[in-house]
C-alpha cells in the first residue's frame, strides 16, 4: 500500500497510484506545489526536499547503470555472411490479391457488414446464387390480398354471449 503525496490520508494499491495523482493534482493544484521526479513520475516530492531525492532515487540507479553499461559484442558466432539471391519479388507482374474478390470465387459464408436492409436482402440474394449456382430459384413472394376486407374479423358484438360462465 501507498500513499498519496498530496494528502497523506489517501492510501491505495500501487497500481492504483498513478490514477489518483491525476485526481488529487486537479483538486490541489493551488494548495500543494510538488516537482516531478525525471527518473519516476509517480515520484512527487515537495521543493525543498527535491534534490536530495535526485540524488538517492531507486530508479536513478537503474537509469545510471543503462547509460553506463557497455554495448553488446556480436561474437564470429553471431555474425553469418550475406545471403545472396537472384529472385527479386518486387520484378514479378503479379496482380495484387484482392481478399474481397477471392471470397466472391471460393465457397466462404460472407455476411454483409453495415449495410441498409434493402442492400442486405440484395447482398444475400446474390449470396444465394453464387453458393447455389444453376440451381438457385427465387422463392415466391407471398400474394399479396387486393382488399383489406379479406382479412378483417368481425367486429366484436356485445350482445352474443361467449360463454356459459358467468362471474
Not at 538517492?56 to 553471431?78: F, H, N
Request: hydrophobic share 25%; charged share 35%.
Amino acid at each position: 500500500m501507498v500513499y498519496c503525496p498530496y494528502n497523506k490520508e489517501h492510501k491505495m494499491l500501487r497500481k492504483k497510484l498513478q490514477q489518483h495523482i491525476l485526481k488529487c493534482r486537479a483538486l490541489y493544484k493551488d494548495q500543494v506545489n510538488l516537482m516531478v521526479c525525471p527518473f519516476n513520475k509517480s515520484h512527487l516530492i515537495p521543493e525543498p526536499e527535491y534534490y536530495s531525492h535526485l540524488k538517492t532515487c531507486d530508479d536513478r540507479k537503474i537509469i545510471v547503470q543503462y547509460q553506463t553499461s557497455a554495448a553488446a559484442v556480436l561474437s564470429e558466432d553471431t555474425k553469418h555472411d550475406k545471403i545472396e539471391c537472384e529472385e527479386n519479388w518486387d520484378d514479378d507482374d503479379t496482380p495484387d490479391y484482392d481478399p474481397q474478390a477471392y471470397c466472391a470465387s471460393a465457397n466462404i459464408v460472407r455476411e454483409p457488414p453495415g449495410m441498409f436492409p434493402s442492400q442486405r436482402k440484395a447482398f444475400i440474394k446474390e449470396e444465394n446464387k453464387r453458393k447455389l449456382g444453376e440451381d438457385y430459384e427465387e422463392e415466391p413472394k407471398p400474394a399479396k390480398a387486393k382488399s383489406r376486407e379479406v382479412n378483417r374479423h368481425a367486429p366484436y358484438d356485445s350482445n352474443k354471449q361467449h360463454s356459459g360462465r358467468r362471474y
